[in-house]
Structure formats: structure tokens, C-alpha cells
């Protein structure tokens, strides 16, 4: 490979303002559910920055939408359940995904992209933790503390609830894998708030059922969580083969503890491209002079790109990566 | 010592029904600015939890309200900062804290408690980066965006800054000391948002000043963060005796980490605490156990008490540790 391949969580959003323009018209899931926008704004940022793939424009609510769950997402706060999981009798409103029933329109976003990108495309799930976060709280939660309860005080329970999550989120990155997408990633995104300890017990069997449910399709898959730098080593476990890492824990340090048969993702601190450009070049060396030159990175920022990001700053990096 | 110390950071506040009763009379500042009130709600969790020592009453913003500058705290929002600090002009606006003059109602609640209580008292304040974050964001902020833009972008601008504000901690640790404190506590709250490599040139130098502007007292002095298991050796380098543990890192690993000649804090989830008793419990047992019987252990939560705690809990988890 010529240089270090480079693509941005969230590079399909509101820091685009051909998003911003479609999403007056727009409602967030509904441009999910109508293949020809969501294929549309999956590609505005491999047209207009230039990155070495395409994420497919979705949610991690999705499959839990095409089961039949009323979620909505409300902008500025995310998403928000009607009728929040409390008790083991609300794990009979899990039932399984039926990928091309509940959400052919995903599916066939996927189709429609594969045959008009030359850059690979990447599918992703919730993992179970975020997922089980968000049907508990009811929505996005500081402390997690519901979620918690249930999970320390109902283990029983809570291990039935995430092992459902996960064959949801397994079969929906399944579906996505045959219809076109080249890679996977499983966001975790709040898997972090967890001791490692905790996640062990508690998540990572759930983690382990996703990653087993793709592994023979042979595509490469990512673990990401922000701020999961206690839990690298238990995130590769999962079976993932690249983890993604955010700005807190230094790529050298994440090579040396995870060796050098796991690919990294990462890790840019997406604040400092609010930064003079100065700063974002500097930040944009160290970590490929972390990474030392090895395959096995994927340049990424650490967590999503801010909404206020200038996109020209966003195309500046991917031409600097480039060339490095 | 015949027991493991224990406190829990957030124990005056909104868990106890006899605060949430003072509260629906008085604002949050006006409880800090009036002595009787604000030494009776430090005294609350005393009397009630058995708990080994009192925190003052009061909050991080205090001595930046001493200064003259306006700053409300909001229920359920936090500090709003009517005017944010954006550029080197608003340096100006950070002039050096007088104590005695600036946060008098401070000082003589302090004096009021340290005659009643029979228990240590212990002072705090902010840490440069919550501090910075705070004023430049204009209120709480998920990504901190600003200050880091700010301390990336204008790095001379931002070392003044942080500067400033470790010279208005130290001077209101200092008096809180004078006026009859027997510990103190830094809380750099959203510390944990950089890596290590960006604290220690950003914030670790600001916070060694915090610490040298009380070294000569001779009290214990603990410096604390959440999420900031990255950071725990920084933490400790920038002069603290004692470093809080959130409860993402066991504390047999920050002990490893640290060495035998640091104290630990820490480190319960307080999301732990709305589980069952059971379950709360075990993690009791597993934050002792890990300290392995060692002195230089104080119990705390990982972060405040959840304001959806039953206090009841609380005096239990204070039995245990005591009984153990």
C-alpha cells in the first residue's frame, strides 16, 4: 500500500454543509430509510475530502427501529425511547433481526453504494453496552446508572438482554457484509464507562457473540469505544481485528500493549481540528510518528468529527496523511 | 489506625433529604455565601453517614465569583459564565484572589466548622483545565472544544491562563488551610479529556503551582479527575500525596503503577450504589480487597454521589468499611 489509508468517524454528518442543506428537508432517519440520500450523503465526504473509504450513513438505533422498538432521534440530544427496558419481561420485545424484512432499505443503501463507490465500503453496529445504555436510560446518559443497576444487581438478566443485542447487531453486520460492505465496525462508543473488570464479566461475552457472528464473512472488523484506554486488551479479545483507539492513550503505547498483530484505528483528537492548522499538523505527525511507519494503521480521528469542523481543514489532513 | 478512612466526594449535596429541604429555600450560592448554612450542610453527611472527614461546602467557581466575575450555577446544568473567555484581552479579567476580602463567607465557614466538627475538614478547589474549560466554554462542554482549540491554537495565551487560575486555587487552598483545613482536595475534574503528553505540557505545570502554593502547609493534599487513568502518574508528579482513583482503574493497578509511597482514593462506581445491597456490597469488597489491607487507602466513590442515591446506602457502605 502507497500510504497510510485515512477516513473520519462521523465524516457523513454535519460538518458537511451539503448535509446540513439536505437535512432542512430531512428528518435524520428518514434520509436513513430513503437508499438514494442515504448513499447520497455517504459519499459526500469521500467526494469532497478525498478519504480511503465510505461509512454508511445510518444509526446504531436502526436495527432496533426495524424490530419494531419506538426510538426516535432528536437532534442535539440523540435517541430517545418511548417506553425505556426496566425488567426481564421487556426482553420479549427483543426479538431477533430479520435483516432484509426489517431493514431492506439499509440493505439496499449498501447495494447502491457498492456499485458507484471505488473506495470500500465500511457497515457498523451498536455494541451491546451502548445499546443496552440507551434502551434502558431512554436516551443518552451521563452517569449510566440505571444501566448499571440492572447489570450489577439482575446479571441474569442483564446478560440475557445484551446477548440479545449482540444477535441483533451481529446479524445486521451479516446482512451488510453480503450485501457489499468490504469492512465493520462496532461502536461501542460508551463500553468505556466500564472498569475492566466489569466489562470482562459483564460485556465481553456479549462483544465475543458479534465478532464470532461475522468472523467467517473475512472482513476486517473494528472495536471502538471512546475513552476505552483501561479496555484495548479486552476489545481485541472480542475478536475484533483493529481496534480503534481515542487521543487518550498514545498510538506507541496501544501497539506495544495490543503487539503487532492487531491493525489500530485512530487517533487525532477531533478538538484539535478546531485548532490553527499549525496544531493540526502537529497533532497529524505525532501520530503517524507513533505509528513509526507500520501497516496496520488506519488514520482516524479519535472519536467523531465535531460538527463545527471546517470540512477544508478535514481534506487538508487527508492530503497530509497521504503524503506522509 | 483501627479502619480504612472513608468519605464520599458529592456526600453534602442532593442524595440527602435534608439538603434537597434547604435547597427548596436557598440558592446553591447563596447556601456558600452564608456561614451558618453552608457549615451545616457540610455537616449533614457527617451526622448522618459516620462518614471520617467533611468536605466545605462550596464549589470550584467560588474563588472565580470572589474576583468579580459572573458566574451562576444552574440546576441541572452547572456554571454559566455570562461573558466567556475567548482571547488574550480576557486575561485582564483574572486578577490574583485575596481571601480574605474576595471569599470572606469561605474562610469563616471554615473557622464555624473546624470548632463543631470532630472529624477532619477538608478544602478544595478547581484544577487549571476544569477551571479553563469552564470560563472559555462558557459552561460545561462535552468536547471542550474551545479550550482546546485555544490551548493548541495560542499556546502562550493558554499557559497565562492556566497560570492565572493555579495562582487563585493555591491562594484559596492556602487560606482554607490558615483558616483551619486539615486536608485538601484538586479537583481537575475534565482533566481526563487530554493525553498524557498534552497534560503534561498543558496542564502539569499550572498544577505543580497548585501544589507548591500549599506544600509548605503540610496537609494531605489529593488531586483527583474522572476518567484519568491515563494520567495517574501526572497526577501524582504535579505534587500530591494522595491521588483519587476513578473506578475504571482497579486500585491494585494504580498502587502498581504508582508505587508503595502514594496514598490512593477511591474507588467505588457510585452507579454501584443504586443497584442492589448485594451488589453493592461486592464492589465494597472488591475496592478493599484490591487495597489489600494496606494504610495509605482512602475510601471514596470513583466520582460524587449520584443525587438518586438513598443516603442509607451510603451509611451502610461506611459500616462496612469501618467493620472490615
Redo the contacts between chains.
Keep these: 500500500m502507497a500510504h497510510t489509508p485515512v477516513w473520519f468517524m462521523r465524516q457523513a454528518g454535519r460538518c458537511l454543509p451539503e448535509y446540513r442543506a439536505l437535512r432542512q428537508k430531512h428528518g435524520m432517519l428518514d434520509i436513513v430509510r430513503t437508499p438514494e440520500l442515504a448513499a447520497d450523503v455517504t459519499m459526500q465526504p469521500v467526494r469532497r475530502l478525498g478519504v480511503d473509504a465510505a461509512i454508511l450513513f445510518s444509526d446504531i438505533i436502526v436495527p432496533l427501529v426495524g424490530i419494531g422498538l419506538d426510538i426516535t432521534l432528536e437532534a442535539g440530544t440523540g435517541p430517545v425511547v418511548a417506553e425505556p427496558f426496566r425488567s426481564a419481561g421487556d426482553l420479549r420485545r427483543l426479538r431477533p433481526l430479520e435483516p432484509e424484512a426489517d431493514i431492506p432499505y439499509v440493505l439496499e443503501t449498501v447495494r447502491v453504494l457498492v456499485k458507484d463507490l471505488d473506495v470500500p465500503l465500511i457497515g457498523f453496529a451498536g455494541g451491546p453496552f451502548t445499546l443496552a445504555s440507551y434502551l434502558i436510560e431512554g436516551g443518552p446518559s451521563k ?12 446479571p441474569g438478566v442483564w446478560h440475557a438482554f445484551v446477548s440479545a443485542l449482540a444477535d441483533i447487531a451481529a446479524a445486521a453486520l451479516r446482512a451488510q457484509v453480503e450485501a457489499g460492505a468490504q469492512a465493520v465496525q462496532v461502536f461501542d462508543s460508551w463500553a ?7 466489562y470482562a464479566e459483564y460485556v465481553l461475552p456479549a462483544s465475543r457473540r458479534i465478532f464470532a457472528g461475522v468472523a467467517s464473512q473475512g472482513v476486517p472488523s473494528v472495536h471502538f469505544g471512546v ?1 476505552t ?2 479496555l484495548l486488551e479486552l476489545l481485541r479479545d472480542a475478536g475484533a481485528s483493529v481496534v480503534g483507539v481515542d ?4 498510538l506507541d503505547e496501544a501497539r506495544r500493549r495490543l503487539g503487532e498483530g492487531t491493525a489500530l484505528q485512530g487517533n487525532l ?4 481540528c ?3 492548522w ?2 493540526v499538523h502537529d ?1 497529524v505527525q ?1 501520530v503517524l510518528q507513533r505509528n513509526g511507519g507500520r501497516t496496520g494503521h488506519v488514520f482516524n480521528l479519535g472519536w467523531g468529527v ?1 460538527p ?1 469542523t471546517d470540512p477544508d481543514v478535514l481534506a487538508r489532513i487527508v492530503d497530509l496523511v497521504h503524503g506522509a
Design positions: 452517569s449510566h446508572a440505571r444501566t448499571k443497576a440492572l447489570m450489577y444487581g439482575q468505556g464507562q466500564l472498569s475492566p473488570a466489569d475513552g484506554g483501561q487521543w487518550r492513550v498514545p483528537d477531533p478538538a484539535r478546531l485548532a490553527t499549525e496544531a497533532g505525532d465535531l463545527e
